[in-house]
């Protein structure tokens, strides 16, 4: 399973907008449901607007009613070209901390089906803020 999506993530890069930084990121997420939903960033001239392949998956997801996550891949690389290893950024970090067990939710990162690593969210962003924080 994680190297058919390590695949579609690769496959979908081209799919990426990135005319300014040139770096293009494609992610697939897996719902809970088994469900898959796909990312790629998409790059805005002033900057602010410009969104991430990672959150892009997500709010597809969440905006069809789908909101239990256990896995996202995650490639990127210079002019599309994977070849190392692209952690998703702090925002998305922050993003999945609302909708993933940090515990559980895995993010593999890979260059390609047989060069990844699996991370908990937990791992990535060790004492994390999340809905849990704002339970009274």
Known sequence: MI???IRL??????????????FNVSAVLTAKN???????NIESASFTPTICAERVAIFKAVS???????RIVVVGGLEGVVKEL???CGVCRQVMMDY????????????????????TLEELLPKGF???DLEG
């Open 9 to 22: 993530a690769l496959d979908n890069i081209k799919f990426s907008s990135a005319p300014y930084s040139n």
């Open 86 to 88: 692209t952690t998703p």
């Open 64 to 70: 069809e009613g789908i909101k239990e996550f256990s």
């Open 130 to 132: 999340g809905p849990k």
């Open 100 to 119: 993933c067990d940090p515990k559980t939710f895995e993010i593999v990162i890979a260059v390609d089906e047989d060069n990844y690593e699996v991370y």
């Open 34 to 40: 088994g469900e898959k939903f796909t990312g790629v």
């Open 3 to 5: 190297k058919e999506d």
